[in-house]
């Protein structure tokens, strides 16, 4: 069966330093990865999404980046961290299209609770 | 362009009663519609989901939901509630390939409050 870590579980950062969150999901092949951040209170916002190796998309510009190194490992990185880039992350994954009818649902990490001071 | 609508950000029951969580969508194809559910501090949890086979959608612990095209509607509903189905829940969308890789739409989710 498939499962997704991410890790650390809880961060906290000062202004200005460096931030990398990592995702791994075991048991697929190619999957689609993605980082959302959920802030205190309110849904979901999608950072980015990778369909393959080196393969990146942002949808909201920002402070952060995102790099696929692996076929199943999305990092999120950030140079210098703001007081708002404080947020829950969550890294999640689906199938991509093969032989098997895909049905698009999303597969959810853990998380990870950042808070910058 | 497909998108989600949640009504109500807080849902109250009390224990034993019934659990209705409204959700409308907008999509331009015929939809795959997801309901997942969020406790704190945790991952999302995929309770449910409909692909255009049966429109009655039966899920994990106890939920369902019914696709209703004519109404653009997906709402999940529990018959008792219990104390252990106080989360927050998220109705979500997809077009399919259509939609492409980053697919998911996410309502702003629903806080459900069990009342003792």
């Known amino acids: 069966s498939q499962t997704i870590h991410q890790w650390p579980a809880t961060l906290v950062q000062p202004v200005g330093s460096p931030l990398s969150l990592e995702c791994t999901v075991e048991g697929t092949s190619n999957p689609n990865l993605y980082w959302y951040r959920q802030a205190a209170g309110r849904g979901l916002q999608l950072l980015f999404y990778s369909v393959g190796i080196g393969q990146i998309s942002s949808e909201v510009p920002q402070n952060l980046s995102a790099s696929r190194p692996q076929d199943r490992q999305f990092i999120l990185s950030s140079k210098k961290l703001l007081l708002s880039d404080s947020g829950f992350y969550l890294c999640?994954?689906?199938?991509?299209?093969?032989?098997?009818?895909?049905?698009?649902?999303?597969?959810f990490g853990p998380g990870t609770r950042l808070t910058v001071t | 362009a497909q998108s989600v609508t949640q009504l109500g950000s807080h849902v109250s029951v009390s224990e034993g009663a019934l659990v209705l969580l409204r959700c409308n969508y907008s999509?331009?194809?015929?939809?795959?519609l997801f309901w997942y559910v969020q406790y704190p501090n945790q991952g999302l949890q995929l309770l449910l989901k409909?692909?255009?086979?049966?429109?009655l959608v039966k899920g994990i612990n106890g939920f369902e939901a019914e696709f209703k095209k004519s109404e653009t509607s997906f709402h999940l509903t529990k018959p008792s509630a219990h104390m252990s189905d106080a989360a927050e829940y998220f109705c979500a969308v997809s077009e399919g390939a259509r939609g492409g890789a980053d697919g998911l739409t996410f309502g702003k989710g629903t806080h459900l409050i069990i009342q003792p």
């Open positions: 999640a994954w689906s199938e991509t299209s093969g032989l098997r009818r895909r049905t698009y649902e999303q597969y």
């Open positions: 999509s331009s194809v015929p939809p795959y």
């Open positions: 409909y692909t255009s086979a049966a429109t």
